[in-house]
């Protein structure tokens, strides 16, 4: 991604009020969901930065919720920051019954054929002690990355990205292109003037 580009992207944001920035920064990082090349997007608001987007997020979570064309679920609110899932419902429900998916996430005390409200409640279960790694599935990526970073403990990955990649390197490296991609071109509208909601809700992505 070029980092001129995204420099340029916060700085011309600075002026918006808190609502319109925090949107602004919701939609750059689901862009990828918004274009269905992912199944969801984790973001962690936190009340250090350039704005106290946690403070933020609470203040304004609702308004999304009635306007944000996405759904999103609450895993974990800490003291200094909020982790927050936003995901497209029928891709999301898609992965999460894949048969290699359904076997993996056993392991961990997901039931098959459990509704995806009840997958997400356990996710946000485990959550609260730790990051789950079985989260990488509800995040789109592949499941043999998924395994091998957990048998490797995250180590000796071929290359990195939006995840630790140790399959199908050039497979990835595209993928993450397209995710750069998309979240460019949402910096882009924003910056000339295009209301961040608009990008989402009028799918000019």
Not at 22 to 28: A, D, K, V
Not at 104 to 124: A, I, V
Request: net charge neutral; charged share 30%.
């Amino acid at each position: 991604m070029c980092n001129e580009l995204a420099k340029n992207f916060i700085d011309s944001i600075e002026k918006f009020d808190d609502k319109t920035y925090l949107l602004s920064i919701i939609i750059y990082n689901i862009a990828p969901v918004i274009a269905k090349y992912k199944p969801s997007y984790l973001i962690i608001f936190h009340d250090k930065g350039r704005r106290n987007l946690y403070e933020a997020w609470e203040k304004y979570k609702n308004f999304i919720k009635k306007e944000l064309k996405m759904e999103f679920y609450q895993l974990k609110k800490a003291s200094y920051n909020t982790a927050v899932l936003f995901y497209n419902e029928d891709d999301l429900s898609s992965v999460l019954k894949q048969e290699r998916h359904v076997e993996f996430l056993s392991t961990y005390g997901y039931q098959k054929n459990m509704s995806l409200e009840k997958s997400l409640e356990r996710l946000k279960e485990r959550y609260e002690k730790e990051c789950p790694h079985e989260i990488g599935i509800f995040l789109g990526y592949p499941i043999d990355d998924v395994i091998d970073f957990i048998n490797s403990s995250g180590k000796d990955a071929l290359t990195f990205g939006y995840w630790k990649v140790y399959n199908n390197k050039d497979e990835a490296i595209s993928t993450f292109k397209k995710y750069d991609e998309v979240k460019e071109k949402v910096m882009k509208l924003i910056m000339h003037g295009v209301e961040p909601l608009n990008i989402i809700n009028d799918m000019l992505i």
